[in-house]
């Protein structure tokens, strides 16, 4: 059979592989080329960390698709352990290395799709270089890891950055019994979440034993004796271990399309349009080393996220083959998981916005994720951003044990869909009390903003009262908690006036200040809010209680 196209495409794993197994449904005649420097094409790169700790049981499990299945299925030949080392555009061509024989060739393309990915940021610290000092990008990288871990059973390991794979190989490294030091430069862990939403999880790391710095940069690494290294960091500490591993973020590799004059970001992501084409018609790039538009913000943004890969793979695919498609940004909707919790987020963050000028306004909750009177119920605490005046979704972070995976998907559907929090308030999903309940933790969330944004409530945060508080201008703060509850965490200073008491004690309340109330988590406060308000006294509801303040601590 004639092919009707040459597609080249440099880099496999989610963009790449995605983008071939499309084009092959999309055109039976083309002739398609994967080109991958690493020996696996297809694998599971978000699954390394559980391969480390043994949750994932063998190597195979994580490969997706072999060569040959590429060959069997779709007749898409797969070159493993090929290097593309330049483009010629004028001739449409690419110089690609075998780096198992060394041999070179010019292969010429009719269309070219970059998907080289992003490469773990190495950044030029004395003894980066040293055989003990990880990073973690595919199966090659697993594998020297692997062998690492078999030699230093119960031993100790330094992993530094806090972020997705930061925490994921905290948290496989434990499960293999290593006593682990995790420093984050940064004052929080997880930096693109808003840091009070990281609280449970800085928590849980302490309650495992693991020593956690923040605010801990690093300056370098030595060979230590035994074939351990030694961490130096900012604060003139030393921790010496079996091993270091590098998570402290990706770059784009964009080497190869910057050496070819093809245009690079202001973020250093390969620039592409809508339809994931280059400043070369020819040329199309996906997966993480480009950059995109910010769903919400329209900024651009770099978002090495599995999902999106797989999306533009599949676009630029269609769009080779003639259709009409777009690309519409990403929202960068996100889990991870640490031991017991999970975090989750979709859209802009608060300091996101902030960075931005964006106006918005926001709410916590903090609601069961199933029917409370069904056993084993597990508190989510919810934030979500909105639009202060038409209500507008802008981002949603979630924590908690179970159902958090439920609610963000459900929030980065109506993110996408433009939703609105009144949106929200009339959602109907699934209800049976071992799943959810009547009123689910998105309309709870919806609710709350809805009642901001219609006025019947004044919301205050806690960032606002510990800002005052720290110019001792402590707002006028009513806890409206019963007795019991009070006695497990009392905010100093605070008058106490249980709901059940309160329309008998109007007159111990000021009319001429403004009253801060708050309880648990929000929903009691709002109801005394609600009864101050039409009794005329000037009055805040501290959203999400005294909950989001511990988490705000």
């Given at each position: 059979?004639?092919?009707?196209?040459?597609?080249?495409?440099?880099?496999?794993?989610?963009?790449?592989?995605?983008?071939?197994?499309?084009?092959?449904?999309?055109?039976?005649?083309?002739?398609?080329?994967?080109?991958?420097?690493?020996?696996?094409?297809?694998?599971?790169?978000?699954?390394?960390?559980?391969?480390?700790?043994?949750?994932?049981?063998?190597?195979?499990?994580?490969?997706?698709?072999?060569?040959?299945?590429?060959?069997?299925?779709?007749?898409?030949?797969?070159?493993?352990?090929?290097?593309?080392?330049?483009?010629?555009?004028?001739?449409?061509?690419?110089?690609?290395?075998?780096?198992?024989?060394?041999?070179?060739?010019?292969?010429?393309?009719?269309?070219?799709?970059?998907?080289?990915?992003?490469?773990?940021?190495?950044?030029?610290?004395?003894?980066?270089?040293?055989?003990?000092?990880?990073?973690?990008?595919?199966?090659?990288?697993?594998?020297?890891?692997?062998?690492?871990?078999?030699?230093?059973?119960?031993?100790?390991?330094?992993?530094?950055?806090?972020?997705?794979?930061?925490?994921?190989?905290?948290?496989?490294?434990?499960?293999?019994?290593?006593?682990?030091?995790?420093?984050?430069?940064?004052?929080?862990?997880?930096?693109?979440?808003?840091?009070?939403?990281?609280?449970?999880?800085?928590?849980?790391?302490?309650?495992?034993?693991?020593?956690?710095?923040?605010?801990?940069?690093?300056?370098?690494?030595?060979?230590?004796?035994?074939?351990?290294?030694?961490?130096?960091?900012?604060?003139?500490?030393?921790?010496?271990?079996?091993?270091?591993?590098?998570?402290?973020?990706?770059?784009?590799?964009?080497?190869?399309?910057?050496?070819?004059?093809?245009?690079?970001?202001?973020?250093?992501?390969?620039?592409?349009?809508?339809?994931?084409?280059?400043?070369?018609?020819?040329?199309?790039?996906?997966?993480?080393?480009?950059?995109?538009?910010?769903?919400?913000?329209?900024?651009?943004?770099?978002?090495?996220?599995?999902?999106?890969?797989?999306?533009?793979?599949?676009?630029?695919?269609?769009?080779?083959?003639?259709?009409?498609?777009?690309?519409?940004?990403?929202?960068?909707?996100?889990?991870?998981?640490?031991?017991?919790?999970?975090?989750?987020?979709?859209?802009?963050?608060?300091?996101?916005?902030?960075?931005?000028?964006?106006?918005?306004?926001?709410?916590?909750?903090?609601?069961?994720?199933?029917?409370?009177?069904?056993?084993?119920?597990?508190?989510?605490?919810?934030?979500?951003?909105?639009?202060?005046?038409?209500?507008?979704?802008?981002?949603?972070?979630?924590?908690?044990?179970?159902?958090?995976?439920?609610?963000?998907?459900?929030?980065?559907?109506?993110?996408?869909?433009?939703g609105t929090v009144f949106d929200l308030e009339e959602t109907e999903l699934?209800?049976?009390?071992?799943?959810?309940?009547?009123?689910?933790?998105?309309?709870?969330?919806?609710?709350?903003?809805?009642?901001?944004?219609?006025?019947?409530?004044?919301?205050?945060?806690?960032?606002?009262?510990?800002?005052?508080?720290?110019?001792?201008?402590?707002?006028?703060?009513?806890?409206?908690?019963?007795?019991?509850?009070?006695?497990?965490?009392?905010?100093?200073?605070?008058?106490?006036?249980?709901?059940?008491?309160?329309?008998?004690?109007?007159?111990?309340?000021?009319?001429?200040?403004?009253?801060?109330?708050?309880?648990?988590?929000?929903?009691?406060?709002?109801?005394?809010?609600?009864?101050?308000?039409?009794?005329?006294?000037?009055?805040?509801?501290?959203?999400?209680?005294?909950?989001?303040?511990?988490?705000?601590?």
């Amino acid at each position: 059979m004639m092919s009707s196209k040459r597609v080249l495409i440099v880099g496999g794993v989610a963009g790449g592989a995605s983008c071939a197994a499309r084009l092959r449904r999309m055109d039976e005649r083309a002739e398609i080329v994967i080109f991958e420097r690493s020996g696996d094409v297809s694998f599971a790169n978000c699954g390394l960390p559980y391969y480390l700790g043994k949750v994932i049981a063998e190597r195979k499990q994580l490969l997706l698709a072999t060569p040959e299945r590429f060959r069997d299925l779709f007749r898409v030949e797969v070159r493993t352990r090929h290097e593309a080392l330049a483009i010629d555009r004028v001739n449409k061509s690419v110089r690609v290395k075998n780096l198992q024989t060394a041999a070179e060739s010019d292969e010429p393309y009719d269309f070219l799709v970059l998907a080289p990915g992003a490469a773990p940021l190495r950044p030029p610290l004395p003894g980066i270089d040293l055989p003990d000092v990880f990073t973690l990008r595919n199966l090659d990288d697993a594998d020297f890891l692997a062998i690492k871990l078999s030699r230093c059973e119960g031993g100790r390991a330094v992993v530094v950055g806090g972020g997705f794979i930061g925490l994921e190989m905290v948290e496989n490294l434990v499960h293999r019994g290593m006593k682990v030091t995790l420093l984050e430069k940064l004052g929080q862990i997880m930096p693109p979440a808003d840091a009070e939403m990281t609280a449970p999880l800085v928590e849980e790391l302490r309650r495992r034993g693991v020593d956690l710095h923040l605010n801990c940069g690093v300056t370098g690494f030595e060979q230590g004796a035994n074939e351990t290294v030694a961490v130096g960091t900012e604060k003139g500490q030393r921790f010496t271990a079996d091993m270091a591993i590098l998570a402290i973020g990706v770059r784009p590799d964009v080497k190869l399309a910057k050496d070819a004059g093809l245009e690079i970001g202001t973020l250093g992501g390969i620039r592409v349009d809508e339809r994931m084409r280059t400043n070369d018609p020819a040329i199309y790039a996906v997966g993480d080393a480009v950059e995109v538009v910010d769903f919400v913000t329209g900024r651009p943004a770099l978002v090495p996220l599995a999902g999106p890969a797989n999306r533009q793979g599949r676009l630029a695919a269609d769009a080779i083959c003639g259709r009409e498609v777009r690309f519409r940004g990403s929202q960068g909707t996100s889990i991870v998981r640490l031991f017991d919790w999970s975090l989750a987020a979709t859209g802009a963050s608060e300091k996101t916005l902030r960075r931005c000028g964006i106006p918005f306004e926001k709410s916590y909750t903090h609601s069961l994720h199933h029917a409370g009177y069904y056993p084993g119920a597990a508190r989510i605490s919810m934030k979500i951003l909105f639009d202060p005046t038409t209500g507008r979704l802008l981002g949603a972070q979630a924590v908690g044990k179970l159902g958090v995976d439920k609610r963000i998907d459900v929030l980065a559907a109506a993110i996408q869909m433009g939703g609105t929090v009144f949106d929200l308030e009339e959602t109907e999903l699934c209800y049976a009390p071992q799943f959810g309940s009547a009123k689910d933790p998105v309309n709870i969330a919806g609710f709350v903003a809805g009642n901001i944004l219609r006025g019947d409530v004044a919301p205050a945060d806690w960032s606002q009262w510990n800002a005052l508080a720290a110019k001792g201008e402590t707002p006028f703060t009513l806890d409206v908690r019963p007795p019991a509850a009070v006695a497990a965490d009392a905010i100093p200073g605070t008058v106490r006036i249980p709901l059940a008491e309160l329309r008998g004690r109007l007159g111990e309340l000021p009319r001429d200040r403004e009253i801060w109330v708050h309880c648990v988590v929000g929903q009691t406060s709002y109801n005394a809010a609600r009864l101050l308000a039409q009794h005329g006294f000037k009055v805040r509801n501290l959203s999400g209680g005294i909950t989001t303040c511990r988490m705000e601590r």
